[in-house]
């Protein structure tokens, strides 16, 4: 079953087997977005539960158990993740801890982007009663930094006192956001960004012929560089960057009317890249996610300071934190475009 990981996580995998014989009760897997991450502690999950795994510590994959977990049905296994997340992946078939949450937020207007307390408080009933197989129980969590505080502090109790012969395994793109507690009760288990040659190289295998455009676009992730690629915004992309390349007051109302429909985060993503290579090429002569843009990006940092980019980009990512309930699409994506057009008056 070794096809299930990427190129790129052999040696990740080699680690994972140094510490199998001594696995601690918590696990934190974290690293850049758009790494395989999750893949990877599944791959994991399914190895720890497998009955017969192979010498190099992968799943059998014909054994109850691998038949189980591949029809989301192991009594011995949990995913906890947003229930956005369900809502988003509407290919996957939910495990029964997530039928349960879903059936629970069904009067929800749009389900929660947080991992709730209801859905840590779940899992005790599943963690007081013998395992099914004698053997582990497995919990998946992702992403970590998705605990809210009273969810946080609920797993934080049983990762004090863990349930014996359970293995959490905590997934997380930004560690800096889970609490102090938390990362110091869990072993930690850095995932690097790929090589770029062997990024590259898989994204080929993967029929993408302009590999090199979308892994700088995404910093080098291959999964995050296929995913954009095989999205539906390359028109919407095409007129935000130029949008931002020659920066009009008089145009910037006319974009946010086509664009008001495309989810504001995608846009401040967008955005944030193009500030941060922004203040790159002022700063060192550098651009690392718009390469194809060099030109119009050295005449912009030459009309503006190296203080008031610093500012536009705290302001960016302030404004992530706002972006999920905007009262009004348009008149946040106006108010973020005749923003940036002033940096360069």
């Not at 609490?179 to 080929?204: E, N, V």
């Not at 008001?260 to 995608?266: M, R, Y």
């Given at each position: 079953m070794s096809d299930l990981l990427y190129p790129?996580?052999?040696?990740?995998?080699?680690?994972?087997?140094?510490?199998?014989?001594?696995?601690?009760?918590?696990?934190?897997?974290?690293?850049?977005?758009?790494?395989?991450?999750?893949?990877?502690?599944?791959?994991?999950?399914r190895s720890l539960l497998c009955e017969?795994?192979?010498?190099?510590?992968?799943?059998?994959?014909?054994?109850?158990?691998?038949?189980?977990?591949?029809?989301y049905s192991h009594p011995d296994y949990r995913r906890v993740r947003p229930e956005a997340l369900d809502a988003e992946d509407e290919d996957d078939t939910p495990s029964e801890s997530e039928e349960t949450s879903t059936k629970k937020s069904a009067s929800s207007k749009t389900p929660s982007r947080d991992i709730r307390i209801e859905q840590i408080r779940s899992l005790a009933s599943f963690m007081n009663v013998s395992t099914h197989r004698a053997g582990r129980r497995v919990i998946l969590l992702y992403p970590a930094e998705a605990l809210n505080a009273p969810s946080a502090n609920?797993?934080?109790?049983?990762?004090?006192?863990?349930?014996?012969?359970?293995?959490?395994?905590?997934?997380?793109?930004?560690?800096?956001?889970?609490?102090?507690?938390?990362?110091?009760?869990?072993?930690?288990?850095?995932?690097?960004?790929?090589?770029?040659?062997?990024?590259?190289?898989?994204?080929?295998?993967q029929g993408l012929d302009d590999a090199q455009r979308w892994l700088a676009e995404q910093g080098g992730a291959p999964l995050a560089a296929l995913e954009a690629s095989q999205g539906e915004f390359a028109e919407a992309q095409h007129d935000w960057l130029s949008q931002l390349a020659k920066p009009d007051l008089a145009s910037a109302l006319s974009v946010a009317d086509r664009l008001?429909?495309?989810?504001?985060?995608?846009?401040?993503?967008?955005?944030?890249?193009?500030?941060?290579?922004?203040?790159?090429?002022k700063l060192a002569a550098r651009v690392r996610y718009y390469p194809e843009h060099r030109s119009s990006l050295a005449a912009l940092a030459a009309r503006v300071t190296v203080d008031r980019l610093q500012k536009a980009v705290r302001d960016a990512a302030s404004r992530r934190a706002v972006s999920e309930h905007p009262l009004s699409a348009k008149l946040f994506i106006e108010d973020m475009l005749l923003e940036y057009a002033e940096l360069f008056r």
């Open positions: 790129w996580q052999a040696n990740d995998w080699q680690r994972w087997q140094q510490m199998r014989e001594r696995m601690p009760h918590a696990l934190l897997i974290h690293g850049p977005n758009g790494i395989g991450k999750v893949d990877f502690a599944e791959h994991a999950a017969s795994p192979s010498i190099d510590g992968h799943a059998c994959g014909t054994c109850a158990s691998c038949g189980w977990f591949e029809q609920a797993l934080l109790k049983t990762l004090e006192e863990p349930p014996p012969d359970t293995v959490f395994l905590l997934v997380s793109d930004r560690i800096d956001r889970l609490l102090p507690t938390i990362r110091s009760r869990c072993r930690q288990f850095a995932m690097a960004m790929p090589d770029a040659a062997a990024a590259h190289d898989w994204l080929k295998t008001q429909k495309i989810a504001l985060s995608q846009l401040l993503a967008w955005q944030q890249r193009w500030l941060y290579d922004l203040l790159a090429i």
